[in-house]
């Protein structure tokens, strides 16, 4: 009970120490950053089963904009794709917006959420029933609505010319009409990666 109560208040605490940095820091963000990550997958209620997560390996790629010319809120673009032999693969485009308060140092935490287009493959060869008779439809994809939302940890080492800032996060998507039984049904994802801001040349200087 304790701890429930002591770290929300530590986390507090270290915004309320950090907030007064948190632009002089900022000021070196760059839009458009090159993300990648490794996406660990796994068809199961949030923060249950974690272990069957790495079952299944995706890869992403993305980038990333500013909403005000700093670090701290910044709309994210990104394309992952994971191998799932029990429950078919997927392929997804997100968009999201993400808040990222500094914590303590150049360490950050994030806080996401948006919306997005999944396509789902099915394992194996499937069928379906068509004027009286059965034909296949082999491992065609469905196309879904996903609500992903998620939460991160990372570090900023800001240098002049190129620069990594790793992460790990976790994050929670929902898929809408998977099936006719099921309307919703929830994807989670453990996430490694590291955003690359390089320097890129400035095109309205002659």
Known sequence: MKTRFLLPCLFLFLLTQNGNAQDDKAKDYRNFPIVVTLQFQAFAMPFKDLK????????????EVSHSSYHNWVQKFDIIWFKNKAMGSGLLFSTQVAWRPYLVSNSFAEIKA????????????????????????????????????GVSLGYHNYQSETFVSPFVGYQIMFLKNYNKSIPVVPMTFVQMGARIHPVYPDLTQN
């Open 52 to 63: 069957s997560n790495f079952k299944n390996f995706g890869i992403g790629i993305g980038t």
């Open 114 to 149: 948006g919306i997005g287009y999944h396509i789902a493959f099915r394992p194996t060869e499937s069928f379906i029933q068509k004027e009286g008779t059965w034909r296949t439809v082999q491992k065609q994809g469905k196309g879904m609505l996903a609500i992903p939302v």
